[in-house]
């Protein structure tokens, strides 16, 4: 009837979606175009290194010294004068410190002759003995080798001789001379970082404007950016400050107990300590077994090296696995297994400079993940 009104119609019943099937899933051919774009960034990445190296440490650097600037800007210095001044007291520090090392670096050469000496009458002395088992088993191995690579041949037919090894001493000059290629390498690769660091600090926040401006036009898209960025400042900041205390203890304690057991030049091997563990467990094998060379030469005494050894370990690892672990743990909430196979994986990536920049990696990465 016109009279009456006719009841609303009721609206269709929604389906119940589980929360999984709501969830985007990838198929085959989005996970293989994501797994071959992976792995042409990481072939980048290694190719790339010579350029990525110093241009990642230039910005990481930035981080922890523009809050100086940023002082010294309000205080109405210019923002390049600022730069400046925090980049000169920054390279002062450095050549301070290597003019107080300098002294004991010097007595460190000058016992390098000797050192060869020692080194070269023990070979001596160890060839003149009579072989031991571990010779006896090399040549019967080598005498195997020669059995299994022999070629068939008819009997009286000649052999020719093998080309004889390089001598010792050919194979020790091409070692030196690409250690010093690699350290002149990597000075080169610190100049640059420490150049781009300070255009990075005294252009200030363009870098911050221009991702914002890029993240787009949305006010909380640029929100969000500003978010991350202020999340990495705090993370690389907060790396920075891990990476120089603890191995600034590291080395003080080393110097102090190293001089307690009488090494000579105590201070050098304590600062090469903790210089060379800015190198996740790397740096402190290399420490340790430095200091048990040094210790050997000086004083020929296969106990007192070991002891030295044991002190550098016992100090790297309680500093480097204990304090600076928690401190890592505080301040960036990262899962230690994540770190040490990100480690891992940067360390194989760019060698040594993987190792020290993979950490900060890994925490802005894991900032613009969350």
């Given at each position: 009837?016109r009279?009456?009104?006719e009841p609303?119609?009721?609206?269709?019943?929604?389906?119940?979606?589980p929360?999984?099937?709501?969830?985007?899933?990838?198929?085959?051919?989005?996970?293989?175009?994501?797994?071959l774009?992976s792995?042409?960034a990481i072939a980048?990445?290694?190719?790339?290194?010579?350029f990525?190296?110093?241009?990642?440490a230039g910005?990481l650097?930035?981080?922890?010294?523009r809050?100086?600037?940023?002082?010294?800007?309000?205080l109405?210095?210019?923002?390049f004068?600022?730069?400046?001044l925090?980049?000169?007291?920054?390279?002062?520090?450095?050549g301070?410190s290597?003019?107080?090392?300098?002294?004991?670096?010097?007595d460190?050469?000058?016992q390098l002759?000797g050192?060869?000496?020692?080194?070269r009458i023990?070979f001596?002395?160890?060839?003149?003995?009579?072989a031991?088992?571990?010779?006896n088993?090399k040549e019967?191995?080598?005498?195997?080798?020669?059995?299994?690579e022999a070629?068939?041949?008819?009997?009286?037919?000649?052999?020719?001789?093998?080309?004889?090894?390089?001598a010792?001493?050919a194979q020790?000059?091409?070692?030196v001379?690409?250690?010093t290629a690699?350290a002149?390498?990597?000075a080169g690769?610190?100049g640059?970082?420490?150049l781009?660091t300070y255009?990075?600090?005294?252009t200030?926040?363009?870098?911050?404007?221009?991702?914002?401006?890029i993240?787009?036009t949305?006010?909380?898209?640029?929100?969000v950016?500003?978010?991350?960025?202020?999340e990495?400042d705090?993370?690389?900041?907060?790396?920075?400050l891990?990476?120089?205390?603890p191995?600034?203890?590291?080395?003080?304690?080393t110097w102090?107990a190293l001089?307690?057991?009488?090494?000579?030049?105590?201070?050098?091997?304590g600062?090469?300590v903790?210089?060379?563990?800015?190198?996740?467990?790397v740096?402190?094998?290399i420490?340790?077994?430095?200091?048990?060379?040094a210790?050997l030469?000086s004083n020929?005494?296969?106990?007192?090296?070991?002891?030295?050894?044991g002190?550098v370990?016992a100090?790297?690892?309680a500093?480097?696995m204990?304090l600076a672990?928690?401190?890592q743990?505080r301040?960036?909430?990262?899962?230690?297994?994540?770190?040490?196979?990100?480690?891992?994986?940067?360390?194989?990536?760019w060698?040594?400079?993987?190792?020290?920049?993979g950490?900060?990696?890994?925490?802005?990465l894991?900032s613009i993940?969350?």
């Amino acid at each position: 009837m016109r009279g009456v009104a006719e009841p609303a119609a009721e609206p269709a019943a929604v389906p119940d979606v589980p929360p999984e099937a709501a969830t985007p899933r990838y198929g085959a051919v989005e996970i293989a175009i994501l797994v071959l774009a992976s792995l042409a960034a990481i072939a980048a990445a290694k190719i790339a290194e010579p350029f990525l190296v110093p241009l990642l440490a230039g910005i990481l650097l930035a981080y922890p010294l523009r809050p100086a600037v940023n002082a010294l800007e309000r205080l109405r210095l210019p923002r390049f004068g600022g730069a400046t001044l925090v980049m000169a007291a920054l390279l002062g520090i450095a050549g301070a410190s290597a003019y107080a090392l300098h002294d004991e670096l010097d007595d460190a050469l000058a016992q390098l002759p000797g050192a060869a000496r020692k080194i070269r009458i023990a070979f001596e002395r160890e060839a003149a003995q009579k072989a031991g088992p571990i010779a006896n088993v090399k040549e019967a191995a080598e005498e195997l080798e020669r059995a299994v690579e022999a070629p068939a041949r008819r009997p009286g037919e000649r052999v020719a001789a093998p080309a004889p090894a390089p001598a010792p001493g050919a194979q020790i000059q091409a070692f030196v001379t690409r250690q010093t290629a690699g350290a002149l390498t990597v000075a080169g690769q610190i100049g640059v970082a420490l150049l781009l660091t300070y255009f990075l600090l005294g252009t200030g926040d363009a870098f911050r404007r221009k991702c914002a401006r890029i993240a787009g036009t949305s006010l909380a898209r640029r929100r969000v950016t500003v978010e991350v960025l202020n999340e990495i400042d705090a993370q690389v900041q907060a790396y920075m400050l891990i990476l120089v205390l603890p191995n600034v203890l590291i080395g003080i304690l080393t110097w102090l107990a190293l001089a307690a057991i009488g090494l000579p030049n105590a201070g050098l091997w304590g600062a090469l300590v903790g210089g060379v563990h800015i190198l996740p467990y790397v740096g402190t094998v290399i420490g340790a077994v430095a200091v048990a060379a040094a210790s050997l030469v000086s004083n020929g005494s296969l106990a007192e090296a070991a002891l030295a050894m044991g002190i550098v370990v016992a100090i790297s690892t309680a500093i480097g696995m204990g304090l600076a672990t928690w401190m890592q743990g505080r301040a960036c909430r990262m899962n230690i297994v994540a770190v040490y196979v990100g480690l891992i994986f940067f360390g194989w990536l760019w060698g040594g400079w993987g190792l020290v920049l993979g950490f900060p990696l890994l925490a802005v990465l894991k900032s613009i993940a969350d």
